[in-house]
């Protein structure tokens, strides 16, 4: 790892960064662990038909911006927890899942259930960002792996315990279904 150096800052240049690719997504790792004790920012890339399904973090807070396409998005504690559809989760204040465009942010506290979706027909780019870092740079590598290694289709089995040694608490399930044609 690099040392941080507190008088040094980072420029990159459009599409600077390191890229993995795996099942139509692309994750750009832009500024790590080795560049800030605060937070690790990420670019990515959502294929159409990726849902990452609900989850909680206990420890980590994220900020999702969206720079273009259109994702599916909450971040709030339903009524009930069902352990599939997140799509048609409410609030006590009747919050739902919203549509998401170029421009929206989403801020998500640690302990917040969240999720995204994309369910049109073209990728959404998304500036990602996840503190503290570096689990998420971790946790993003070793999911690249397994889905590259799945192709189409996902373990669940070996998602589901990447997750959970990196604070990523399952509501219900992720899943990738490209579209037809």
């Known amino acids: 790892m690099t040392a941080i150096v507190p008088s040094a800052g980072l420029v990159l240049p459009p599409g600077g960064g390191r890229t993995m690719a795996a099942a ?10 080795a560049h800030s004790r605060t937070a690790s920012t990420f670019e990515v890339v959502v294929p159409p038909g990726f849902d990452v399904g609900a989850h909680t973090h206990t420890h980590s807070e994220e900020l999702f911006y969206v720079i273009e396409g259109e994702l599916e998005v909450l971040a709030f504690e ?11 989760w409410e609030s006590a204040s009747g919050e739902r899942a919203v549509r ?7 801020f998500v ?5 969240h999720a995204f979706a994309n369910p049109g027909g073209a990728p959404a780019r998304v ?5 503290p870092p570096p689990a998420h740079e971790r946790y993003f590598e070793e999911l690249m792996d397994l889905l590259a290694a799945d192709g189409d289709q996902i373990d669940h089995a070996a998602v589901a315990a990447l997750r959970l040694r990196y604070d990523v608490h399952q509501l219900t399930p992720l899943r990738y279904e490209p579209p037809c044609g």
């Open 109 to 113: 506290p640690p302990g917040c259930p």
């Open 127 to 131: 500036l990602f960002q996840a503190a």
């Open 100 to 106: 998401a465009g170029p421009g929206t942010l989403l």
């Open 24 to 33: 139509a997504q692309h994750v750009t790792f832009k500024v790590t662990g």
């Open 78 to 88: 339903p009524l009930v927890r069902t352990p599939d559809r997140w799509r048609e």
